[in-house]
Nanobody
Framework: QVQLVESGGGLVQPGGSLRLSCAAS????????IGWFRQAPGEEREGVSC????????YYSDSVKGRFTISRDSAKNTVYLQMDSLKPEDSGIYYC????????????????????????WGQGTQVTVSS
C-alpha cells in the first residue's frame, strides 16, 4: 500500500524554525519526483519545494527561497523540509507528494493540477507561524 505520512508541524513564532518529515511506504521515494506543497485557508495549493532525487535537481518558490531546504534520506525513505526564518504567511497545511510522471521539478511545483490526481499525497501537517 502506497502511503506518505507527514509530521513535524506545529506552532512557532515568527523567525523560528521547523523541520517537516514525510515518510514513504509501499514505494521508493528516490524513484519519483517528490515535493512539498502548502495550502492556506481560502487559497489554492501551492508548490513550495520539489526535488528529483536521481540528479539532485531542486525547485523553490520565490517566497521560500533562501529560507527552506528540501532533502531526503534514502535509507529511511523519507523526505524533509527544513524551514527557517518562518513568517506568518508561511502558515498553512503542508503536504508532501510523489509522482513518477513528472518531467521537471518546476513542472511538479508549478503545474500541480496537471498531475495531482495521479500522484501520491500525504494527509498534511499544520504549520502555524504566530506570535
Amino acid at each position: 500500500q502506497v502511503q506518505l505520512v507527514e509530521s513535524g508541524g506545529g506552532l512557532v513564532q515568527p523567525g523560528g524554525s521547523l523541520r517537516l518529515s514525510c515518510a514513504a511506504s509501499g514505494f521508493t521515494l528516490d524513484d519519483n519526483y517528490i515535493g512539498w506543497f502548502r495550502q492556506a485557508p481560502g487559497e489554492e495549493r501551492e508548490g513550495v519545494s520539489c526535488l528529483r532525487p536521481s540528479n539532485g535537481d531542486t525547485y523553490y518558490s520565490d517566497s521560500v527561497k533562501g529560507r527552506f531546504t528540501i532533502s531526503r534520506d534514502s535509507a529511511k525513505n523519507t523526505v524533509y523540509l527544513q524551514m527557517d526564518s518562518l513568517k506568518p504567511e508561511d502558515s498553512g497545511i503542508y503536504y508532501c507528494a510523489a509522482d513518477l510522471g513528472i518531467t521537471t521539478v518546476e513542472a511538479m511545483c508549478i503545474m500541480i493540477k496537471a498531475w495531482a490526481h495521479l500522484g501520491s499525497w500525504g494527509q498534511g501537517t499544520q504549520v502555524t507561524v504566530s506570535s
